[in-house]
């Protein structure tokens, strides 16, 4: 489902305002995605899920301490994973939270409700003042307002983990997943180069598309910055830090993820679809992930409909003409419902975050219909799924 002009996925300090990224590499026609779902048919995965038993034996704690870091939004997927470690394999899971940018009701009740079914939880929230500033920067000058969220996100494990004195630490799925070099899928263990080269002393130190110099211009100091800082490499090998991807230990499914979740750790969907798609059970943490993938398709041609209808397809819960219905009727939705919380989070005029948007609608995928198009209705989108 999705097409030729999806960017691979890059370590977020690579982002400037003038980088382009590669596409992801197409094979006969076919994304990587969908070469490596044919992939997945021929792995072992009852010896994968031993190995998992194995690698948790390692690591459990004899003192019935914390002995695995789980980061979690209080998400499907998040919930999923913790509960197996813990059902499963005997270990005892903390979940850690980089805070939303801006919580949705029903995210609140899911995050909430993790702890209600036995999880402990450690919240994190970054200085407001410093991580709204960012995330307009990122807005502003790379399309990309879930950037801040991202590397706050990834590196608050390693940092945790390192703070803690646990060293394992089990994320969800490898980005492989869905796009990339599927060989990345062979080995279990993240690659903690994309993690630890974010710290000040690195020359490709950006944020917002923007370096420390810059960002001072910005008023935003190398202190304000510390919430997004990594430990460095030596300081995470001397913790001998296993950092791995549950995905390469099961055959990662979303949807069962779901099922899996609602059913046993009380996760609960949203009553209706999210905006941009016909789901109701996925990216339902924070409202500003809608603009996120409102801009992937102004940018790439492919929204939240065609980002959930393709994991679909892949593991046979749709078909492909059924999934193409879907994308169809509600890729090309804009978040109306969430507009007024865009302009009080961005404190911007309607306007002027009309404007903002124009620069990054790419004229490969979108053609104007009226003189001076500003609004969504004035355009024609030319990138519709075949």
Known sequence: MINNLRPKSLPEYK????????????????????????????????????????????????????????????GKDSRYVADVLRRDFGMNPLTVTWAPNLWTSIGTTNFRSQSDNGFSNLLFTPDQITHKKLTTLAFQRLGHPFQPFNIGQRTLAPRLASQLGIPFVMYGENVAEYSNNTNDNLVSDVKLENYIEFNLNSADFRISGL??????????????????????LQELSSLGLKYTYFSYFVNWNPLFNYFYA?????????????????????????????????????????????????????????????GKILVLKYDNEFPWPSLPFFLEYFDMSELDFWKALLPFRNPVLWKPKVTSPLYPSDWDFLGSVQ
Not at 294 to 305: E, H, I, P, T
């Open 262 to 322: 609602a059913e046993k750790t009380g996760f609960t969907p949203q009553i209706q679809r999210k905006s941009g798609t016909y789901c109701r059970h996925s990216g339902l943490d924070d409202i500003i992930e809608e603009l996120h993938f409102y801009l992937m398709l102004l940018k790439f041609g492919n929204g939240r409909a065609t980002w959930d209808a393709s994991q679909e397809i892949r593991s046979g819960h749709l078909t492909r003409d059924e």
């Open 211 to 232: 370096d420390l110099m810059e960002l001072g211009n910005e008023g935003i100091s190398a202190s304000d910055l510390s919430a997004y800082l990594c430990p460095d």
């Open 15 to 74: 982002k400037t305002a003038a980088f382009n990224a590669e596409s992801v590499d197409f094979l006969d026609g076919i994304c990587p995605a969908c070469h490596w779902a044919e992939r997945k048919k021929s792995i072992d995965w009852e010896h994968r899920y031993q190995q998992l038993g194995d690698l948790c034996d390692t690591y459990r704690s004899s003192t019935h301490s914390f002995d695995v870091i789980v980061p979690s939004s209080g």
